[in-house]
């Protein structure tokens, strides 16, 4: 296949994202505008293949990966801040090990955090974010920047921290560090989901500290205000005058403190020494930082871990960046999506049935064996190594020698290449339920015995020429499980014959077929790649088999619809034939595979 080709169908979303499930051992489905996964399959929307993003949407592919490969989803999570630790601790886990076992994944992955701070879907902590929300923010952001290594990531990082340690008790942000270590170390979903629980733990232990503190802070408050409420003996029977100066006194006392906020100390307090230590302990609460953002209170910070455990679901979003993205994609998909993409099923193998397939080889052997002789001649004809008359060379031509007279020195001969074949065929065999309907020349046949014939026949035939990699694969039923294996690139036709007689039912699911058989046809070495496909009518979607199609024969697949008794597949192929029996193949088809068989690129 020409180099120039490979950007249409190998670059197609469903191409791509299946042969990524493949590689990451994933359901992978084309979910036309929406990007989702349920713990089993990758949903993809139908971004174009020209979006110029698309290491994102791998990026993001190899992420879900991650999770349906390495997250037990039946791990408990608890809805509010344990859920939100658990996803943002599990994203470092999983990702680590994706990058473990695949390391390529590190590029991608790292192309979409690099696209999401670009863009704006990762921001910035800020003071008066909920505290949950700064508190997962802080840690999705310390695991990928430190754990996962992401590089863009530090400077959301380093903006986080300042915010957390003006939200937070200092005894938080020490024992949540020791904590994020640990999380690095994790192995599995269940212990991403105990060090949540020890992070709440932490916090719920941090948040009695704060309340026995600001307890005892207030007893001592009481007792170093006590004795300015006593009256003064020594001096109650010295007059006015001296009663009027303590009340002013007094009056001048409590304006102050009335002035004062929690946490907040006089300078001209003449309090006892517990006072003194907590107001230097307190010091920076309430205070400016070298920000100049004025820090929570002690009251505050006790709130904010109250905030914390209490956070609902509608309080903390620790995937906000992720599903910024999903909802990007699925809005490309939207606009400039391309509705025929279709999810390339997964083929099954259908029964082995010796007997009937041991039939059906005998029945076809008279036309495989001309039809093999034919395309075997053809080949021949092509392999000849003709010579080529040269001016220098190693071997005289000696019936050429008697041209030097004439002045010709040309009397070298030199082989021309040889040209092999080397191409991979994928035939599809259509067994929908109308191809039960009796054939026009033998009301006791069916349209789907010259289809099991005529795929037999040239697999076959086919299969004894060097070089040539055949395949048959028979659509029908749905769109859910549109394609039944015969037999696969690389495996003997002759042992899996008693895998055609496959029987009717169903629809045409033809573009279904056709990308599974793109799919299929992708993963050959050989050179060239041709498809032949048999039909008795129109598919399900006739404007999708026609893009699918269209799209294939772009990227140099030699496409060939063969009509069962009807011409209808020269609507949507630009070269077709019409067969009422297998004998017509040898007649018909002659000329059309010439091309694939013999051109060399």
Same mark, same amino acid.
């Given at each position: 296949?020409?180099?120039?080709?490979?950007?249409?169908?190998?670059?197609?979303?469903?191409?791509?994202?299946?042969?990524?499930? $493949?590689?990451?051992?994933?359901?992978?489905?084309i979910?036309?505008?929406?990007?989702?996964?349920?713990?089993?399959?990758i949903?993809?929307?139908?971004?174009?293949?020209?979006?110029?993003?698309?290491?994102?949407?791998?990026g993001?592919?190899?992420?879900?990966?991650?999770?349906?490969?390495?997250?037990?989803?039946?791990?408990?999570?608890?809805?509010?801040?344990?859920?939100?630790?658990?996803?943002?601790?599990?994203?470092?886990?999983?990702?680590?090990?994706?990058?473990?076992?695949?390391?390529?994944?590190?590029?991608?992955?790292?192309?979409?955090?690099?696209?999401?701070?670009?863009?704006?879907?990762?921001?910035?902590?800020?003071?008066?974010?909920?505290?949950?929300?700064?508190?997962?923010?802080?840690?999705?952001?310390?695991?990928?920047?430190r754990?996962?290594?992401?590089?863009?990531?530090?400077?959301?990082?380093?903006?986080?921290?300042?915010?957390?340690?003006?939200?937070?008790?200092?005894g938080?942000?020490?024992?949540?560090?020791?904590?994020?270590?640990?999380?690095?170390?994790?192995?599995?979903?269940?212990?991403?989901?105990?060090l949540?629980?020890?992070?709440?733990?932490?916090?719920?232990?941090?948040?009695?500290?704060?309340?026995?503190?600001?307890q005892?802070?207030?007893?001592?408050?009481?007792?170093?205000?006590?004795?300015?409420?006593?009256?003064n003996?020594?001096?109650?029977?010295?007059?006015?005058?001296?009663?009027?100066?303590?009340?002013?006194?007094?009056s001048?006392?409590e304006?102050?403190?009335?002035?004062?906020?929690?946490?907040?100390?006089?300078?001209?307090?003449?309090?006892?020494?517990?006072?003194?230590?907590?107001?230097?302990?307190?010091a920076?609460?309430?205070?400016?930082?070298?920000?100049?953002?004025?820090?929570?209170?002690?009251?505050?910070?006790?709130?904010?871990?109250?905030?914390?455990l209490?956070?609902?679901?509608?309080?903390v979003?620790?995937?906000?960046?992720?599903?910024s993205?999903?909802?990007e994609?699925?809005?490309?998909a939207?606009?400039?999506?391309?509705?025929?993409?279709?999810?390339?099923?997964?083929?099954?193998?259908?029964?082995?049935?010796?007997?009937?397939?041991?039939?059906?080889?005998n029945?076809?052997r008279?036309?495989? =064996?001309?039809?093999?002789?034919?395309?075997?001649?053809?080949?021949?004809?092509?392999?000849?190594?003709?010579?080529?008359?040269t001016?220098?060379?190693?071997?005289?031509?000696?019936?050429?020698?008697?041209?030097?007279?004439?002045?010709?020195?040309?009397?070298?001969?030199?082989?021309?290449?040889?040209?092999?074949?080397?191409?991979?065929?994928?035939?599809?065999?259509?067994?929908?339920?109308?191809?039960?309907?009796?054939?026009?020349?033998?009301?006791?046949? *069916? !349209?789907?015995?010259?289809? $099991?014939?005529?795929?037999?026949?040239?697999?076959?035939?086919? $299969?004894?020429?060097?070089?040539?990699?055949?395949?048959?694969?028979?659509? =029908?039923?749905?769109?859910?499980?549109?394609?039944?294996?015969?037999?696969?690139?690389?495996?003997?036709?002759?042992?899996?014959?008693?895998?055609?007689?496959?029987?009717?039912?169903?629809?045409?699911?033809?573009?279904?077929?056709?990308?599974?058989?793109?799919?299929?046809? =992708?993963?050959?070495?050989? $050179?060239?790649?041709?498809?032949?496909?048999?039909?008795?009518?129109e598919?399900?979607?006739?404007?999708?088999?026609?893009?699918?199609?269209? !799209?294939?024969?772009?990227?140099?697949?030699?496409?060939?619809?063969?009509?069962?008794?009807?011409?209808?597949?020269?609507?949507?192929? *630009?070269?077709?034939?019409?067969?009422d029996?297998?004998?017509?193949?040898?007649?018909?088809?002659?000329?059309?595979?010439?091309?694939?068989?013999?051109?060399v690129?």
């Open positions: 296949m020409a180099k120039q080709n490979r950007n249409t169908i190998y670059t197609a979303l469903p191409i791509v994202a299946t042969a990524y499930g $493949d590689k990451f051992g994933v359901k992978v489905r979910g036309q505008d929406v990007a989702y996964t349920d713990g089993k399959t949903v993809i929307p139908n971004v174009p293949h020209d979006y110029p993003y698309m290491d994102v949407v791998w993001y592919m190899a992420h879900e990966a991650a999770h349906v490969r390495f997250t037990d989803f039946s791990a408990p999570r608890r809805a509010g801040l344990h859920a939100e630790l658990t996803n943002a601790f599990e994203d470092c886990r999983i990702e680590r090990a994706m990058m473990d076992l695949y390391p390529g994944t590190a590029t991608t992955l790292n192309e979409v955090a690099n696209y999401m701070a670009r863009v704006g879907h990762y921001s910035h902590l800020r003071d008066d974010e909920h505290p949950a929300q700064i508190l997962v923010g802080y840690c999705l952001y310390w695991l990928q920047a754990a996962v290594g992401q590089p863009v990531m530090a400077s959301y990082l380093a903006t986080a921290q300042p915010v957390l340690e003006r939200t937070f008790p200092q938080v942000i020490t024992r949540l560090s020791t904590i994020l270590r640990k999380v690095v170390d994790a192995e599995s979903t269940s212990d991403i989901c105990y949540a629980d020890q992070v709440i733990s932490m916090i719920e232990e941090e948040k009695e500290k704060e309340e026995e503190q600001q005892q802070d207030q007893q001592n408050q009481d007792q170093n205000q006590q004795p300015q409420n006593v009256p003996e020594q001096s109650s029977g010295e007059g006015d005058d001296s009663d009027e100066a303590d009340g002013q006194q007094d001048t006392q304006d102050s403190q009335q002035g004062k906020g929690p946490g907040q100390s006089n300078e001209g307090d003449d309090s006892g020494e517990g006072q003194g230590q907590r107001s230097m302990a307190g920076d609460q309430g205070a400016e930082n070298d920000s100049g953002i004025a820090s929570r209170t002690a009251k505050e910070k006790l709130d904010a871990l109250t905030q914390a209490s956070a609902g679901a509608g309080d979003d620790g995937d906000r960046a992720r599903n993205l999903k909802q994609l699925s809005q490309v939207r606009e400039e999506g391309i509705p025929s993409y279709q999810t390339i099923r997964k083929g099954t193998d259908a029964s082995d049935d010796k007997a009937k397939g041991l039939e059906l080889m029945r076809v008279p036309a495989t =064996s001309k039809i093999r002789n034919q395309l075997f001649g053809l080949v021949q004809a092509s392999l000849h190594c003709a010579k080529q008359s001016r220098s060379g190693k071997r005289l031509d000696i019936n050429r020698l008697h041209r030097v007279v004439a002045g010709d020195t040309r009397v070298f001969a030199k082989p021309q290449e040889k040209r092999k074949p080397n191409t991979a065929v994928h035939i599809l065999g259509d067994k929908s339920g109308s191809m039960t309907r009796p054939t026009r020349s033998d009301s006791s046949r *069916s !349209l789907a015995d010259v289809t $099991d014939e005529a795929c037999i026949a040239l697999a076959l035939a086919l $299969d004894a020429i060097a070089h040539v990699n055949p395949a048959v694969t028979f659509f =029908s039923n749905s769109s859910e499980s549109p394609v039944v294996c015969a037999v696969k690139h690389g495996q003997s036709v002759q042992a899996n014959t008693g895998r055609f007689p496959v029987k009717p039912s169903g629809g045409t699911p033809m573009a279904e077929a056709i990308w599974y058989a793109a799919y299929e046809l =992708s993963k050959t070495r050989e $050179d060239r790649k041709m498809l032949i496909v048999l039909t008795d009518g598919p399900n979607s006739s404007q999708a088999t026609k893009e699918v199609i269209d !799209l294939c024969e772009r990227s140099g697949i030699d496409v060939i619809g063969i009509g069962i008794q009807t011409n209808a597949p020269a609507t949507l192929f *630009s070269r077709s034939i019409c067969i029996a297998v004998e017509d193949l040898q007649k018909t088809l002659f000329k059309l595979m010439e091309k694939s068989l013999t051109t690129d």
